[in-house]
């Protein structure tokens, strides 16, 4: 967690809270309380904002805008992709021994649909580049893709034999 201060500059809390969980206490008590917000309802609107999320850490950031009127913002980060294909496949963890162990098997569609969600945050310039950044992370997680290698179906696409 980060807290930020200044004179002229809006105070910042950027922290990690499980979707839809967020409590009065650590992190977000003490690094609020000292500001006078009004905690329960920043921790409601926090809940509310990320209870799509239920299970995964999600980065969220709180802007003071103006701490005399207790002006805030909540700015809401997408989970990461590693949590992300967790809940899409529905599996608790990955595989610690990916040559051995498979820890599950997506879908393309659902690899897709993970690089969707994330894209904004990508450093992808489009779908494809997205879903080969998604590819390498279900790689190193030990998920296969449609029975294969996700590096197999990284260097498919890149050869156009698979099609997005």
């Known amino acids: 967690m980060s807290i930020r201060h200044g004179i002229h500059m809006a105070q910042e809390v950027k922290t990690m809270v499980e979707g839809g969980k967020a409590t009065t ?12 917000l009004n905690l329960g309802q920043i921790v ?9 999320f239920a299970g995964m850490q999600v980065p969220i950031t709180l802007v003071v805008t103006d701490a005399a009127k207790k002006l805030y913002e909540i ?19 990955a595989s610690g021994k990916r040559k051995e162990v498979v820890a599950g ?3 393309l569609e659902q ?5 969707s969600a994330k894209m904004d945050s990508m450093m992808a310039n489009d779908l ?16 296969k893709v449609e029975g294969k290698d996700a590096n197999e179906v990284q260097k498919l696409i890149k050869s156009g034999e698979i099609k997005l």
């Open 75 to 93: 700015k809401v980060g997408i989970p990461p992709t590693s949590a992300l294909l967790k809940k899409e496949l529905g599996i608790e963890t």
């Open 25 to 36: 206490g650590p992190p977000l008590g003490p690094a609020l309380g000292p500001l006078g």
């Open 44 to 52: 409601k609107e926090i809940n509310e904002k990320t209870k799509d």
């Open 128 to 143: 494809m580049g997205a879903v080969l950044e998604v590819l390498g992370t279900a790689f190193s997680l030990g998920i």
């Open 111 to 115: 690899i897709t649909k993970v690089a």
């Open 105 to 107: 098997d997506a879908t």
